[in-house]
């Protein structure tokens, strides 16, 4: 059971509207909806006339940028009255600002395991922490504090649509349906930015040359274990360099072990450019296999189906050894 309080919407807006200024930071190596989410509740607390940026501990993905307004990310996390976290499970997945999760005054997440660090408005019912940031957008504008946005709806509705696999994935809900058409009522018809269609295009079907490198490194090293239930790849920051592809361009390697036919559990493991003996996993499973149990050990979380953590090893080869068995054990390996 955590210390910190619970919070709902009403009290994240108490929280904003009470700031002078305000800093919203996401997850180590973020993804569509961390990226979503965090730009949503900053262009909230801009509309309200509250100084902010977001910053995030590790450069979002090249295809994601479309979703960051020029000029809204912060150079460092130094000189803001408020800090909050999006989408972040514990502390352990601030990468290189865990001091973030002492000065959080709130965070917004909706992971199924983590550690809470600060009071929270969190739900691991909801598909995507950009669903709970529209409950803050909802209350904002209920008190009109704030306007109708299109730029938040359409940074809420790419969270949406990145953490769902545009609605395809089981994490789906009614509700997240009906988030996603109060949105799209408020993006369509506005002219300055991307229709929805095209906010699915850019997250669910666009790539670039690096991270086709990255899944290429991923089929190479690609290993099957526990008769093919379970699928681990690693890349190594030596081949990511060879082909001229960042640390970050890796993000979707998990794509590769998840698309064979059998496997259960599938991981991809990152080695970092900058600490050679950390490597970040990533990991999915099908059916009721939990993933996130596996993550905790290693100071992760997220859900049962998609986690994440960081594994420490002196090498690619041990990097591997320590995760295999490691998620073995959830296959009965």
Known sequence: MSDFAKLCAADVCDLILSATSLLVVGHTNPDGDAVGSCVALCLISRAAGIRSAVFFPDPPQKRLRFLIPEGMEADGTDGWDVVCTVDVPSPA?????????????????????????????????????????????????????????????????????????SFAYSNTSPETHRIAGELLREIQGD????????????????????????????????????????????????????LGAEESDGGGAVDVPRSVAGVDVAVALRQKFDTPTEFRVSSRARGDFDVSAVCALFGGGGHGRAAGCTIEADSPEEAVEKAVGAFSAILGG
Do not use: W
């Open 191 to 242: 002219p300055d930015g991307p229709e929805p269609s095209e906010i699915s295009r850019l997250l669910m079907e666009q790539t670039t040359a690096e991270e086709l490198y990255c899944k290429m490194i991923a089929v190479k090293n690609l290993r099957l274990y526990e008769n093919g239930r379970l699928a681990v790849t690693v890349l190594p920051s030596d081949e990511l360099r060879a």
């Open 93 to 165: 997945q601030l990468g290189k600002t865990p001091e973030i999760a002492s000065r959080a005054s709130f965070m917004i997440d909706h992971h199924m395991r983590g550690e809470q660090f600060a009071p929270g408005l969190v739900d691991p019912s909801a598909a995507a922490a950009g669903e709970l940031v529209f409950t803050v957008y909802e209350e904002m504008k209920r008190r009109e504090a704030i306007a109708p946005s299109p730029a938040a709806a359409r940074a809420m509705y790419g969270a949406l649509v990145a953490d769902t696999g």
